[in-house]
């Protein structure tokens, strides 16, 4: 969720880029910098902190030139500290990244045996580095970026500068949104909108896989196959920047799409890396190791991030979970040991239910824990101790990426929890953390699958019933696609655990009814592939979302919907996407309202 802006402009661009960068500040940042050309030669300004001290040292030091670059960062690899900090450069090029470069290791050892001298522990300096290799072997600067670009995996969004070129920029996109901006001889690149506003009000947003190359006449944009595209230009309403779906149709939409990057960010906070190792940037008012349960309460999908952590907490710390929903907690008065935790999960940090079980639980003497996406809410003033989401604003009712960064923070907690009570163990930490590092790109993937689903979902709407199912991770998960399908379809759905299917459910199924079923390939799938014959004998028409291996199965299906393959232990991560993208595409189908379904409200605040 750092911030990325790009000027080819017709007068100095040093004050421009940083006033840009200013409106990018919500996106939570620790260092910034800028850097331009003057007469053909680079230069940057870089600064720890905030932006009046890369503002400061522009006083001191001023940049001039007419094209250039910035950059806001929220650190991921490495330390949030001027040498850390964006543009990272060669003698060649300048580079600004939002996301993470998964496989910067393996192309950071390649490089280095080649000669290249690495100042920085980012991953971003990988960019630099490889772009700058492959125009040292005689590539110009556009083919050098086309043929880095299949190199890197993750999500993200980079923009290049380059010495000796004063009349183009190119920018790129793979799971990280950009935006293009056109003025009179000046073009503009920005994450978004907002850090275009000051200069434009008409926008090209680039799609998934798209790069541009960005001149003072305009842009030229091609695809993932390096084929030259067009893209419609918007005119958006100044004032309408601040809350903008962007070229989306609805904020739920935005939003969906938004989750690679906001995750990205999430793990930056949560993550070393470079180490492989959670690292909480809070101290904990309590100790994981002393503690003989965990309490978790909350309401809606905030409740089934918490289901799914139970799995993970049980599994990867051993520590034993009991889960209620906010109404009932606060109600039924448990009792709880003192010197115990209680984990309270809300999008808004304002929830009624969830408050008053935070407050009864503080009555207990117990410690207490807030997973929360407003880091100033009640919630979060009246907790022991708070670990941010980093979803940025969720205008939409139905929580999607607000979902993703919970289940997010709740994994890195559970990462935490288990290393604090010696279950695990640093090489099996780090094998989970490699596998969060790449969630972000793995969503980014799935979303690709959005027009199949789209097709799909002309099916689901037809019905009347529908029944979702999964086992382990995605029992929880099942019940949130069941959620999310009802709340702005209005269709009816029942998620069951898929083990459950004999004990009642077994008796709604016919051949009016879809079963989805939430099958990523676990040690349990072979168990979930029983309950998907015991469907498909009784004439139940199967929507299978899971991986290769699943499709290869041979199993009867209406359709499947063929995600990536994923470490088990982050599937829910990544499947929360198509279940997401199921009921928002059957919804807008029906014709409903999905950003504001009928009486429902995004923050509950009254019982």
């Known amino acids: 969720m750092c911030g990325i802006v790009g000027i080819v402009g017709r007068e100095s661009v040093a004050d421009a880029l940083v006033e840009a960068l200013r409106r990018l500040e919500y996106r939570g940042y620790d260092s910034a910098g800028i850097a331009t050309l003057d007469h053909g030669r680079l230069d940057r300004r870089r600064a720890e902190g905030k932006l009046s001290n890369l503002q400061r040292k522009l006083a001191e030091a001023p940049l001039p030139g007419d094209i250039g670059i910035g950059h806001t960062r929220w650190a991921t690899h490495g330390r949030p500290n001027e040498t850390n900090a964006h543009p990272h450069a060669t003698e060649r090029l ?114 998934e896989g798209d790069w541009a190359i960005l001149t003072r006449d305009g842009a030229e944009i091609r695809d993932i196959t390096g084929a030259a595209v067009r893209r419609p230009r918007q005119r958006i309403a100044t004032q309408a920047y601040r809350v903008d779906k962007g070229n989306h149709r609805h904020f739920m939409a935005k939003e969906i799409h938004e989750q690679p990057e906001v995750v990205g960010r999430t793990l930056a906070h949560y993550i070393d890396m470079a180490r492989g190792q959670v690292v909480l940037q809070e101290a904990l008012p309590f100790d994981f190791a002393r503690l003989s349960r965990l309490s978790i309460t909350a309401c809606g999908t905030a409740y089934y991030a918490g289901l799914v952590a139970k799995y993970w907490f ?24 003192r010197d115990g935790l209680t984990l309270v999960i809300s999008q808004s940090g304002e929830t009624a239910d969830t408050l008053a079980s935070l407050r009864y639980a503080k009555s207990q003497g117990q410690h207490t824990l807030a997973v929360v996406n407003v880091p100033t809410s009640t919630i979060a003033r009246e907790s ?85 199912l999964g086992r382990g991770t995605s029992y929880p998960m099942a019940l949130e696609g069941a959620l999310k399908l009802k709340e702005i379809s209005y269709i009816h759905a029942e998620g069951y655990a898929a083990g459950e299917l004999k004990h009642g459910p077994i ?74 993208l199921i009921a928002y595409h059957t919804a807008v189908f029906m014709g409903k309202d999905v950003d504001q379904p009928r009486n429902l409200a995004k923050s509950v605040t009254v019982e």
């Open 94 to 207: 300048a580079v600004v990244h939002n996301g993470i470069i998964e496989n910067f290791r393996e192309l950071k050892a390649e490089l280095v045996a080649a000669g290249a001298r690495f100042e920085s522990e980012t991953d971003t300096e990988v960019v630099a580095q490889l772009v700058s290799h492959l125009m040292g072997q005689g590539l110009g600067p556009v083919a050098a970026v086309e043929a880095a670009l299949p190199r890197l995996h993750g999500a993200f969004a980079l923009a290049f500068l380059f010495a000796g070129e004063e009349d183009f920029l190119i920018g790129a996109r793979h799971g990280a949104p950009l935006a293009i901006g056109y003025g009179q001889g000046e073009t503009y690149l920005g994450s978004d909108a907002l850090a275009l506003a000051p200069f434009t009000d008409e926008i090209t947003y680039l799609e």
């Open 314 to 337: 049980e599994t990867l710390a051993r520590l034993p979970v009991e889960i209620d929903v906010a109404s009932e907690t606060r109600y039924r008065e448990p009792p709880l040991e």
């Open 384 to 468: 022991s101790a708070v670990m941010p989401t980093f979803a940025g604003p969720e205008i939409g009712v139905a929580s999607t990426k607000a979902f993703s960064c919970q289940l997010t923070v709740l994994l890195c907690l559970a990462l935490a929890a288990g290393r604090a009570r010696g279950v695990l163990d640093a090489e099996h930490e780090r094998a989970i953390v490699d596998a969060l590092i790449t969630a972000p790109g793995l969503m980014a993937e799935a979303i690709k699958m959005e027009a199949e689903v789209e097709g799909l979902s002309r099916e689901i709407a037809k019905a009347r019933d529908v029944l979702y």
């Open 507 to 580: 008796a709604l199924i016919d051949e009016s009814v879809p079963v989805i079923v939430i099958a990523p390939h676990d040690a349990i799938f072979e168990k979930t592939v029983s309950n998907m014959q015991e469907v498909a004998a009784r004439g139940g028409r199967i929507i299978l979302v899971g991986d290769a291996r699943g499709a290869a199965a041979g199993l009867d299906t209406l359709a499947t919907l063929t995600m990536p393959d994923v470490d088990p232990v982050i599937a829910p991560i990544v499947y929360a996407v198509p279940i997401q």
